[in-house]
Each structure stands twice: as structure tokens, then as C-alpha cells.
């Protein structure tokens, strides 16, 4: 399928290494299933425009892959867009929210006589933003990494929010958010389990407790026993 460029009539247009800006005005007209070569957003300035099934009105935002089939109808009273084209596909794409700043940001720019360096910058801003995973995964997935590296160490939600730079309430939500469950019950996890391939050895019960990460034997059975519904002496003679 052949990459379409922008339609309709062009208001204003301004490009630049990092890509392309474009102001159009079209009329009530179906444009056919077409795609552009380039990472493409549009920006519904006026009328709506009807795309994937969904109607887009003022100021409502659609992103586009690279070579992303689509088809666009405009309203009855046509549509005004503001367009832009990356010359550079993020890696990974993602619609985040912090992007829209910079698109109502770069509207302006090209309405007031554009300078070529301001407009550079803000398009490499807006792929950064596409690109970012939300602050709250990149917490989660850093908390996690840390867990599973350190789950033998003694950890508090305190000490980990610390060395992330984050608050731990922010980190108690983002790793549930993510990961459907508590960060404390991670690290549970993550200590039966190792406790679990210890308990197949001979290591006296205790010193399994502590190289598991935990304070004592007592709170080792009391949560092997929550997690396992049995104790560790039980479990390690159900392995024999």
C-alpha cells in the first residue's frame, strides 16, 4: 500500500531535520486506506474527523505508526489539523500524555512564524515523550529489579523508596499498579521460594531463615506456613 501524504489544503507548513509540521483545512470528503512512511499525530483543531471507528473532536490527538493503515472522514463541516511527521520512529511507542504540551506548543509555533531551531528542539522533546514509559512503571520495574537482586537482604519499603528517590507511598502504588501486588509480598515471594531450594539441602532450618532474608526462624515458618500452608520442617520431609 502506498504511503498518502497529508491532504486537503495546506494553511501553513514547516519542516526541519527532526521532521515536519502541517496546518490543513479539509472538506467533508472519505479519504480511501492509506499509510505514511513516518510516525505520524494529528491534532483536530476544528470539526471532527472520523478514524479507526472513533470520531475525533477539537483538540482530541490520534498517533500513528509507522505505516499504519487507516482511513479518514471529515464531518460535515470539514476539519482543521495540525500534522506532524517524525523523520525519527521512537523505539518504543507509547501515547503518553506528557507528549500533548509539546503538540499544542508546536501548534503555536508554526502560526507564529516558526524558528527552525525551536521547532527541531520540540520535536525531539515530543519523541522523548513518546518513548518514556510512565514515571510510575519506570518505579515499579526499578523496585523490582532491586527485589530480585537483594531479596536475601534485610529491605524496608523506606530504604527502598530512599534509593529509588521516589516516596513510598508512590512506590507502594506503582508496583501494585503494575505488578498486581504488594511489593512486601514480592519480596515474600521471591524468599519462599529461594528458602523452598534450600530446604531441598541439608542446612540446619535456621540458618535457612536467615539466608532466605529473614529476621528469624519464627517469622520464616509463620510466613512459610501463610504462603505454603504447611511449615518448613513438614515441607522438607514431604520432600524425602
Known sequence: MEAAQFSGRVIREFRTAAGSITETDHPR?????????????????????????????????????????HADEFGSDGARCFNIALDRTPP??????AAHPVIRRLTLELRRGPSALV????????IGEISRE???????????KLIHERFTEPLSLRAIADELGV????????????????????V???RIGYAKELLAGTL??????????????????????RATGTTPRRYRIALT
Not at 33 to 61: K, S, W, Y
Not at 134 to 144: D, K, L, T, Y
Not at 170 to 185: A, K, M, Q
Request: with cysteine; net charge positive; charged share 20%.
Open 167 to 186: 516516596h513510598p507511598v508512590h512506590l507502594t502504588r506503582s508496583f501494585r499498579r503494575e505488578f498486581g501486588t504488594t511489593l512486601v509480598d514480592a
Open 119 to 126: 521547532v527541531e528542539g520540540l520535536l525531539y522533546q515530543l
Open 188 to 190: 515474600e515471594i521471591l
Open 92 to 97: 518504543q511507542f507509547r501515547q503518553f500524555s
Open 134 to 144: 510512565p514515571a510510575g512503571n519506570r518505579v515499579a520495574r526499578a523496585a523490582s
Open 29 to 69: 470528503v472519505t479519504i480511501p486506506a492509506h499509510a505514511h512512511p513516518q510516525m505520524t499525530i494529528c491534532r483536530v483543531l476544528r470539526g471532527e474527523l472520523f478514524e479507526a471507528g472513533r470520531v475525533f473532536r477539537t483538540n482530541d490527538v490520534i498517533f500513528r505508526h509507522p505505516d499504519e493503515p
Open 204 to 225: 540446619p532450618i535456621v540458618e535457612i531463615a536467615l539466608a532466605s532474608g529473614f529476621a528469624d526462624q519464627s517469622h520464616f515458618t509463620k510466613v512459610f506456613r
